[in-house]
């Protein structure tokens, strides 16, 4: 299992152990994170699993594809370490991760 933290805006915080393979959006549905959406079901076109990866993970991360990079730049509060989390794929790799999420999901310009 992965163990990965998704932090609130709030200071809270949820933690999830998910099956490799998974994407970490999926895994944040599959475990009832608040905050995570994925209305569009991981296809990189609705922003609703917008996360802040924090810096330590980053490097970790396969870059950002052309789709990706185009959905996060439509996103209003985008800032350093925005990604979309239904294009990150759990691996053991990322055991440990954490990510933020924004205030609100979906807000795109
Ligand atoms: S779930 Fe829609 S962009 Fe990630």
Redesign the pocket.
Known sequence: MIRVTFKRQDGGATVVDARGGLTL?EAAVLNGVEGID????????????HVYVETAWRRKLNPAAQGESA?LEAIDDRREGSR???QIKLTEALNGLVVEMPDKQGSVK
């Open positions: 959006m994925g209305e569009c079901g991981g296809v990189c076109i609705c922003a609703t699993c959905m979309l989390a239904c």
